[in-house]
């Protein structure tokens, strides 16, 4: 019996153990990991740190987008409903859904001068679907 | 009409779905076997009224009765027929009739090809189902119904088919993974009808087993066509994002991988029974978890459907209500389980036990990382919202990857109790063979050296040696079970060989070109010869031609949907084994200039291959004689009635 019960707390201890450590290295990890999402006016008003990588989104600016002369380079005006902008450099091909009047969210850094430097730009995958971090940025109509 | 009788057969289905429940419960409770057979009568029911339901939306869509306002979202008179089948399941209502005619598929056949296993079990199996296939109905009914009318004011033209899902791949990827999710749901009714009965035993893990490896094998390619459809559709070249929705998939099908092998040590020694329950629960859970993370909109996600607060709300219940309920079962009944089982050093019980919690630990980090940002939402609220990215993800899922494929490759040379030390040590040697043959790799690749990569295609290659040795070995007396499991590891390690290296190697390059110019990539030439211009039913396009190697040509698109003012990238691949030529086309960037993406993707099919292999080493397992052979043994012997 006495045996027995030592075996179920050994496991009981090695379980606690196990656990604790996997969730304090999920936990650090994920401090490295995670990207913050910023609204236009956030970053308009200076509220983003220059280091790391975040994301943001709004509108695309219609009549905004521009096409370097060479290259695959594009820049485009990201606004929300508060009228701030920002201006995002990406280099290759948009992706499908990517249109300009339309919600986008991007991800990169913000550069000294105040450019949005996107390595990725998310599409959407179906035009009724708002993602939870543009409600209240811009308008969407339901036509 | 037609709509009115599919949503009047729907019903029948949900009366159904009650009457399977109440005969199967009370039937297993009071061992009546007329209870228990008119539960199996009414699973056939249940299914002729779905698939008339199912079959009748299918029709709306082909006769494009826009009078019907998921028709009118999802359609177009201008879709090719397949696609306006396809489109069925294109959006959330469709989808989930879908979801219960696997149900009620599943439980038909638990209902008629499991009449051998005991009375009171099958009563308890079919009423699960049947109380699963209730909920699931309840949901479509009341808050998802399909056939809902668009009346007085219908639409001469429907909204068409999201161009992105007009492709094989939405005919195909969503069927094979309900049938795997939904699958997962009788092996959480054989769990809770294990704990009814209070008798779990090696005849029980015997009759599960097969039933988990089909489940186990429609998630896996279900995934599979998942991943395969996003790197060709997406026009990216990507294969896995850790996008919530992935992981959403990705999540149960690493608890039914630990189920598996949880189960045979459950049949083969009677161990870990509790274990084994909590995992059938666990990973249904994590299905119901997927939907309602899917379905709800909670989630930032490429593949979310659109919004709708209420249904979140009843997906949930039916969350905890699924959680809770099998919980609180396993609470007041656990004690009747009991395990005493010994083994000790190296043992195969060892290796299970490792396989097991490295991929609950990979299951619960991914988890952590898909419900952190909600977390984070609910509980600190305020304006920030976060995303955890892809790094995070690689970053821990990886190196469990690895610690699980050392586990692996002893595997077939263990043995139950206890594993002499000389036969571990004799696999040791084969890890120095193949750490040589990962280093010469990058040669042939002629590419530089990474060590990660080196190491990962060592452990893969170390996996399949030893598992040829082993069968080799064994060749006398070789059962299906042993093939199958050795087969299903080796698919692990090709796709372990596949995903390191393409994640490594993959060489991509942003060009813009001139009809005439090339460019280098991986050392072949690319040459932009033509852009014609192309049309279709319901698209226009331009579509270039670029030659390389010997004489071959690939011809990507980039299309135009007026009617959803959408564009698309239809990506141009040549697939070979050893690398794929990868092609983007963006359309014209000013007057004379075209834009294009050009990628050289090493061992990428490796990975699909894998699986498949894996996929289809569960199929081979599951004809092992065994389970019918000892079947009726074990009616005799175990269960006398």
Not at chain 2, 55 to 62: M, N, S, V
Not at chain 2, 612 to 641: C, F, H, N, W
Request: with cysteine; net charge neutral; hydrophobic share 50%.
């Amino acid at each position: 019996m006495k045996s027995h019960r030592r075996r179920k707390l050994t496991i009981i201890i090695f379980l606690f153990v196990g656990s604790l450590t996997t969730v304090l290295i999920s936990i650090f990890a994920l401090q490295h990991y995670i990207d913050h999402f910023y609204s236009p006016e956030e970053i308009v008003n200076g509220e983003v740190p220059l280091k790391g990588t975040i994301r943001a989104g709004g509108m695309v600016k219609p009549d905004s987008l521009v096409y370097d002369s060479t290259g695959l380079g594009v820049q485009f005006d990201i606004t929300d409903l508060t009228g701030a902008t920002v201006r995002v450099h990406y280099e290759g091909i948009l992706p499908s859904l990517f249109r300009e009047g339309q919600g986008t969210i991007v991800h990169g850094n913000l550069n000294e001068k105040g450019l949005f430097i996107a390595k990725r730009i998310r599409a959407k995958h179906d035009e009724s679907y708002v993602p939870p971090e543009l409600e209240g940025l811009i308008e969407y109509d339901d036509s | 009409m037609i709509p009115e009788l599919g949503h009047f057969s729907a019903f029948l289905g949900l009366m159904s779905a009650v009457g399977i429940a109440l005969f199967g419960f009370f039937g297993a409770n009071q061992h009546r076997a007329s209870w228990v057979d008119m539960s199996i009568r009414l699973t056939k029911v249940q299914v002729a009224v779905l698939a008339l339901s199912f079959l009748l939306l299918i029709l709306a869509f082909l006769e494009d009765d826009f009078s019907v306002l998921y028709v009118a979202n999802n359609s177009n008179t201008a879709l090719p027929w397949y696609y306006k089948i396809a489109g069925v399941w294109g959006a959330h209502e469709g989808s989930f009739l879908l979801w219960t005619l696997v149900t009620a598929v599943w439980t038909v056949l638990v209902a008629t090809r499991a009449r051998h296993i005991p009375l009171k079990l099958h009563g308890y199996v079919l009423g699960t189902l049947g109380v699963l296939s209730f909920m699931f109905l309840a949901f479509l009914l009341f808050s998802s119904n399909p056939f809902e009318r668009l009346v007085p004011n219908v639409p001469i033209q429907g909204a068409d088919l999201n161009p992105v899902l007009q492709d094989i791949g939405q005919i195909i990827h969503p069927p094979m993974l309900y049938i795997g999710y939904v699958g997962f749901g009788v092996t959480f009714a054989f769990g809770i009808a294990a704990l009814a009965t209070g008798k779990i035993d090696s005849a029980w893990a015997r009759w599960v087993r097969p039933w988990v490896n089909v489940a186990w094998l429609f998630l896996t390619i279900g995934i599979v066509l998942g991943s395969w459809w996003a790197y060709y559709e997406l026009g990216w070249g990507g294969w896995w994002f850790w996008d919530p929705v992935e992981n959403a998939s990705f999540m149960p099908w690493l608890a039914g991988t630990a189920l598996i092998h949880s189960l045979s040590a459950t049949e083969k020694r009677g161990a870990f029974k509790n274990w084994t329950i909590l995992l059938t629960f666990l990973t249904f859970t994590l299905v119901l978890m997927g939907a309602f993370l899917v379905r709800s909109g909670v989630l930032s996600s490429v593949h979310a459907f659109a919004v709708d607060p209420q249904r979140g709300l009843i997906l949930l219940t039916i969350f905890i209500l699924v959680a809770g309920g099998s919980l609180v079962l396993y609470a007041f009944r656990a004690h009747t389980l009991n395990t005493q089982v010994q083994y000790w050093g190296v043992s195969r019980e060892l290796l299970l036990l490792i396989n097991n919690a490295l991929l609950v630990v990979a299951l619960f980090t991914i988890l952590l990382g898909t419900l952190y940002p909600l977390g984070h939402e609910w509980f600190v609220g305020g304006e920030e919202k976060l995303s955890v990215g892809e790094p995070y993800f690689n970053a821990m899922f990886v190196p469990i990857m690895l610690l699980l494929s050392f586990a692996l490759a002893i595997a077939p040379i263990s043995r139950w109790k206890h594993t002499p030390m000389r036969l571990v040590l004799n696999v040791l040697i084969f890890l120095g063979g193949s750490a040589v043959v990962a280093l010469l790799l990058p040669w042939i690749l002629a590419d530089g050296v990474h060590l990660g990569v080196s190491c990962a295609v060592a452990l893969a290659i170390w996996i399949i040696v030893t598992h040829a040795i082993a069968c080799y070995r064994q060749r006398k007396a070789l059962t299906l079970g042993f093939i199958g499991m050795s087969v299903a590891h080796v698919g692990f390690a090709i796709a372990v060989i596949g995903v390191a290296v393409v994640s490594v190697y993959t060489e991509s390059k942003d060009a813009r070109l001139e009809i005439g110019e090339s460019i280098e990539v991986s050392g072949t030439q690319f040459e932009l010869v033509s852009v014609q211009q192309t049309e279709s039913q319901n698209f226009i396009g331009e579509r270039a031609r670029f030659d390389f190697g010997f004489q071959q040509s690939l011809y990507p698109e980039r299309r135009y949907y007026p009617i959803r003012e959408q564009i698309t990238h239809e990506a141009a691949i040549a697939p070979g084994i050893f690398k794929d030529r990868y092609i983007t086309f963006a359309g014209p960037m000013d007057d004379n200039t075209w834009g294009v993406q050009i990628q050289n993707k090493p061992f990428q099919r490796w990975i699909w291959f894998g699986a498949v292999v894996a996929g289809i080493a569960a199929l081979i397992a599951m004809l092992d004689k065994r389970y019918r052979r000892l079947s009726q043994r074990d009616l005799e012997t175990k269960y006398p009635e």
